[in-house]
């Protein structure tokens, strides 16, 4: 059972546009929200953060948004560069659950020149 | 950047035989993790440590262990290593307070032939 769910594997947008990645979860015990990026050969590394007591969070071009009653985050990339390119993972963690964290699957960002 | 390193970086074994992975930390946090990550899975979590001699199981445990002497030092071992364990393997760190990221290593490339 699949709690941290990005049902899109892929995505492509042009260079200065937005670009929207989606995130769905079904546990309501998620309190704490994560965003990472990966490139290829590298370990992941953290790029925002949401509370489950906030809707938003902003960071320079990165904006996630929170919206608990339909268990849904995403993030908003603005503008896009071609250094964005890359596989972006959500994660969430559950109170009390000795901070283990649950990652969706990846959603593959390409930002076209 | 968090200090981690992992070793080795890359490793060819065959099947049947042990392989020991090795996480060091040297930024004193109290909780480590090993996950691994495959295609079509995202990062899937193995084993974590919430302290010296304490550790727990992850969601895909199964056909590995780990030990933790020290703080700054988790290790991940593969009793008899199967071609299913081929992988790439992350080891994370956190300080475990509420709301703590986890900041991941470079990985480990296992192939098991």
């Known amino acids: 059972d699949q709690q941290v769910k990005q049902n899109s594997p892929s995505l492509s947008v042009q260079e200065g546009r937005i670009s929207i990645l989606n995130c769905d979860y079904t546990n309501s015990m998620f309190d704490y929200f994560l965003w990472y990026k990966k490139y290829p050969a590298e370990g992941p590394t953290f790029l925002i953060s949401?509370?489950?007591?906030?809707d938003k969070n902003e960071d320079g071009r990165f904006t996630v948004f929170l919206n608990k009653s339909a268990k849904h985050l995403s993030l908003h990339i603005v503008p896009s560069q071609p250094g964005d390119s890359a596989v972006y993972f959500c994660?969430?963690?559950?109170?009390?659950?000795?901070?283990?964290?649950?990652f969706g699957k990846g959603t593959l960002l390409t930002v076209n020149p | 950047d968090a200090g981690i390193t992992q070793s080795p970086r890359h490793k060819v074994t065959e099947t049947g035989t042990p392989v020991t992975l090795r996480c060091h930390q040297t930024e004193n946090h109290r909780y480590m993790y090993w996950y691994r990550q495959d295609p079509g899975h995202g990062l899937r979590l193995i084993h974590y440590?919430?302290?010296?001699?304490?550790?727990d199981k992850g969601e895909v445990s199964d056909g590995y262990s780990v030990s933790r002497s020290k703080t700054e030092d988790f290790l991940l071992t593969l009793e008899s290593a199967t071609s299913s364990q081929t992988s790439v393997y992350f080891c994370?760190?956190?300080?475990?307070?509420?709301?703590?990221?986890?900041?991941f290593g470079p990985g480990t490339r296992l192939l098991v032939l």
């Open positions: 994660a969430a963690r559950s109170g009390g659950s000795n901070y283990k964290l649950t």
């Open positions: 994370a760190i956190s300080e475990g307070a509420v709301q703590e990221t986890q900041y």
């Open positions: 949401i509370s489950s007591i906030k």
């Open positions: 440590s919430y302290g010296v001699k304490d550790t």
